[in-house]
């Protein structure tokens, strides 16, 4: 695969593309704009909501975000939403009510579109007086459908948190973990950062072989698994979950080395 060069570039934003502070390197983007001047177009795959996204049209002006891990296409230029793929009322209410039955202390949070509704004793680690931001009742978070459901517990560890989650969801939705915290980030079933990125990538007319994807973390697998089955390239950060390196075809340096600068680079 040596000669091997991708038509898309996929790549998730908070450990992989951001430095720890939540820049950009300039390696990076001297990197990201000479594939950009040679036409292969960047995707940004997150589980960041389209409300977290203002910052980085600094960097990547125009092209389409996956929001929520696959739930939501956002057009950066625009700032506007194309495309969303909710969790009706019905499951949220489901969900909510098996998790809170399993584990009292689990708190509920929900993105909504450019909007985010959190339980009162819920604890945001982010945005507490951001526009959009709004404390709500747990009967008003599951009136109406949602980008995406967190689910938060403060005492359990992460991976047994997790495995409640799954178990308790089954498939009715996607379960999956971005961050080290017991945080279950739930998303419509069969949504993933895979079906998002495939999206964007058939609206460019490109396949998964001609696809590389960077990422960190187990919300990452799904699309590593999408390329890697198909001959592209899934290339995790030196730093990575144990998990997602087992996905990987290759690995790079970690986010704050300029990881994807340095294995765009060498292709």
């Known amino acids: 695969m040596s000669d091997w060069r991708p038509r898309l570039i996929a790549s998730d934003m908070d450990g992989t593309l951001l430095h720890s502070d939540d820049t950009v390197g300039e390696a990076t983007v001297a990197e990201l704009r000479r594939w950009a001047d040679d036409g292969v177009p960047l995707v940004l795959a997150t589980g960041r909501p389209p409300r977290w996204m203002r910052r980085i049209r600094e960097v990547v002006r125009t092209g389409t975000a996956v929001c929520c891990n696959g739930a939501v296409l956002?057009?950066?230029?625009?700032?506007?939403?194309?495309?969303?793929?909710?969790?009706?009322?019905?499951?949220?209410?489901?969900v909510t009510a098996g998790l809170r039955a399993e584990q009292p202390g689990t708190w509920f949070a929900v993105e909504y579109g450019l909007e985010f509704r959190h339980e009162p004793v819920y604890r945001p680690r982010w945005?507490?007086?951001?526009?959009?931001?709004?404390?709500?009742?747990?009967?008003?978070?599951?009136?109406?459908?949602?980008?995406?459901?967190?689910?938060?517990?403060?005492?359990l560890p992460r991976d047994e948190f997790m495995r409640l989650v799954e178990r308790v969801v089954g498939d009715r939705a996607t379960v999956t973990n971005s961050s080290?915290?017991?945080l279950a980030e739930i998303s419509a079933s069969g949504v993933t950062k895979a079906t998002g990125?495939?999206?964007?990538?058939?609206?460019?007319?490109?396949?998964?072989?001609?696809?590389?994807?960077?990422?960190?973390?187990?919300?990452?697998?799904?699309?590593?698994?999408?390329v890697r089955e198909a001959g592209g390239r899934a290339v995790a950060m030196a730093h990575a979950h144990?998990?997602?390196l087992a996905a990987a075809t290759d690995v790079t340096g970690t986010n704050d080395d300029d990881g994807v600068a340095a294995f765009l680079a060498s292709l």
């Open 74 to 94: 956002l057009d950066l230029g625009r700032f506007e939403i194309l495309e969303e793929d909710a969790l009706p009322p019905a499951v949220l209410a489901d």
């Open 127 to 155: 945005d507490l007086d951001a526009p959009g931001v709004a404390e709500a009742t747990l009967e008003e978070i599951v009136s109406a459908p949602a980008a995406k459901l967190l689910a938060r517990h403060e005492d």
């Open 197 to 226: 990125i495939a999206k964007v990538a058939a609206r460019h007319g490109v396949g998964p072989e001609d696809v590389v994807v960077f990422g960190d973390m187990p919300n990452d697998i799904a699309a590593f698994d999408w």
């Open 180 to 182: 080290s915290d017991a």
């Open 242 to 244: 144990p998990d997602l």
